[in-house]
Every structure is written in C-alpha cells, then in structure tokens.
C-alpha cells in the first residue's frame, strides 16, 4: 500500500505565503504525475497544479504565476509553494500521486486525507 501524508497548510492573509508538502511512502517502485488538488465547499474537486517525474508542469489557469509544484524524486515528495493568496483560494488541499506499486505491479492513483488553507484577514 501506499501512504500520502501531506503538511504545510494553515490560516493566512491575503497576500500571505503557504508551502505545502506531500511525502509518498510505502511499496512504491516508481512514481509517474503527482500533484495537487483542491476542494472548497460546495465545489467539486480540481486540479490545482501537477508534475511527471520528468519535471514537465501544468497548473490551472486560475494560480499561474502566483503557485509553483516541485518535487524530490528521491524522497517521493512534492511540493507547492503558493504565493499572493487570495480569499478563493481557501479551500481544502489534497496530495495525489500516481504509484506503480511492487504489490499490484501498476500505476494506480493515490490521495493524501487533505490540508486545510484558509485565505483570510
């Protein structure tokens, strides 16, 4: 099984700056996209920003320029950074990372149990 614990999130001001960690562990032989999403109430989940294991990144429209994913392929952790946070951003955020696992000996699809941020003065 695979296990993401994510940490990073907390109450900030408009403007403020969070950076979020996700750490991957368990029978992980490999892992291809990791990435983050988000959830605020009433809404349906989406993507936030992701990253293959190459480094090629894509990010929703609505945080180009102010969020940046990284990650460490050697510690399967991920990263994002969110700079000049805004009210809508608050929301809860969510670590997924998808594992070829020795057990299944296949990608599948993982989530962390979330991270609040919350954007307000």
């Known amino acids: 099984q695979v296990q993401l614990v994510e940490s990073g999130g907390g109450l900030v001001q408009p403007g403020g700056s969070l950076r979020l960690s996700c750490a991957a562990s368990?029978?992980?032989?490999?892992?291809?996209?990791m990435g983050w999403y988000r959830q605020a109430p009433g809404k349906q989940r989406e993507l936030v920003a992701g990253i293959t294991s190459g480094g090629s990144k894509n990010y929703a429209d609505s945080v180009k320029g102010r969020f940046t994913i990284s990650r460490d392929n050697a510690q399967n952790t991920v990263y994002l950074q969110m700079n000049s946070l805004k009210p809508e951003d608050t929301a809860v955020y969510y670590c997924?990372?998808?594992?070829?696992?020795?057990?299944?000996?296949?990608?599948?699809?993982?989530w962390g149990r979330g991270t609040q941020v919350t954007v307000s003065s």
């Open positions: 368990g029978s992980i032989f490999s892992i291809n996209v």
């Open positions: 997924n990372a998808n594992v070829f696992t020795y057990g299944s000996m296949r990608y599948a699809d993982y």
